[in-house]
């Protein structure tokens, strides 16, 4: 558990190789005072937003030190983590989304 946060995560994943989505998962979420459960998430998604905003602060980060302070971004992809680090980097406030 972390300091003042009073609840735990369990993760479960199971890989389907020949499912359209072959991982499939659940996050529980958990009170850390009697164990109950507080949340059930789609592991996939959390997965998803949470590489894809990574993918985005980091970028964000190097963007910042381009020596003209005008760096041009291409994101080569399109699943789900793409999409997201774009989301990432416009409300981080780095250029239109196109």
Known sequence: MLPGVE???????A??????????GVICLHSGQDGDL???LDSATITAWRTGLAAALGTDLLAATAPDGDAVLGIIGAGA???LMLRGLHELGR???R
């Open 15 to 24: 890989k389907f190789p020949g499912a359209r989505s072959a991982l499939r």
């Open 81 to 83: 983590q793409a999409a």
């Open 95 to 97: 250029g239109a989304m």
């Open 7 to 13: 609840a735990y995560t369990v993760k479960v994943n």
């Open 38 to 40: 507080l949340a059930l």
